[in-house]
């Protein structure tokens, strides 16, 4: 896996905890979408970045995904990586051609329903009782 993290001026400062935990989820949702063999660049944005986004995006001329990270909770932005990785795979499958609706069809619900099964996955399975205390999640199981 070639997955690189970058936090851009503006982001929330990130402790080793959190950190590690992004590189966790990362790892799982990369796995869980064959997606071991990409270069992956991610970018963390603060909140309310001069870019043309809604809370992330991919890019596939540069294969970059960015998720705003500023005022959100952690999983909440985690959740956007895996929309825009999900829509990293249907690029390398070659099924992004053109624009794309970006409320509904095939593409969008698809990363859409991809994200949410590997986020609540993640929560229930994957995270630790204290991983889940410490992100204020609760007892969730």
Same mark, same amino acid.
């Not at 869980?32 to 909140?47: N, Y």
């Not at 690029?91 to 859409?112: C, F, L, S």
């Given at each position: 896996?070639?997955? %690189?993290?970058?936090?851009?001026?503006?982001?929330? &400062?990130?402790?080793?905890? &959190?950190?590690?935990?992004?590189?966790?989820?990362?790892?799982?949702?990369?796995?869980?979408?064959?997606? !071991?063999?990409?270069?992956? @660049?991610?970018?963390?944005?603060?909140? /309310?970045? +001069?870019?043309?986004?809604?809370?992330?995006?991919? +890019?596939? *001329?540069?294969?970059?995904? *960015? *998720?705003?990270?500023?005022?959100?909770?952690?999983?909440?932005?985690?959740?956007?990586?895996?929309?825009?990785?999900?829509?990293?795979?249907?690029?390398?499958?070659?099924?992004? /051609?053109? %624009?794309?609706? &970006?409320?509904?069809?095939?593409?969008?619900?698809?990363? /859409?329903? #991809? *994200?949410?099964?590997?986020? @609540?996955?993640?929560? %229930? +399975?994957? #995270?630790?009782?204290? !991983?889940?205390?410490?992100?204020?999640?609760?007892?969730?199981?």
């Amino acid at each position: 896996m070639n997955a %690189k993290l970058v936090m851009v001026k503006g982001c929330p &400062e990130l402790d080793e905890f &959190e950190l590690k935990l992004i590189a966790k989820y990362v790892k799982y949702c990369i796995e869980q979408l064959g997606l !071991e063999k990409q270069d992956i @660049k991610i970018r963390l944005l603060g909140k /309310n970045p +001069n870019e043309p986004i809604t809370t992330g995006c991919y +890019n596939p *001329s540069d294969k970059t995904i *960015s *998720s705003i990270a500023g005022g959100r909770h952690m999983i909440d932005y985690c959740r956007t990586i895996a929309h825009e990785l999900a829509h990293m795979k249907q690029d390398v499958d070659g099924r992004i /051609n053109g %624009k794309q609706e &970006e409320i509904g069809g095939e593409i969008e619900d698809e990363a /859409n329903v #991809l *994200s949410g099964r590997y986020t @609540k996955h993640f929560i %229930k +399975n994957i #995270l630790t009782a204290e !991983e889940k205390q410490k992100l204020g999640l609760g007892s969730y199981k």
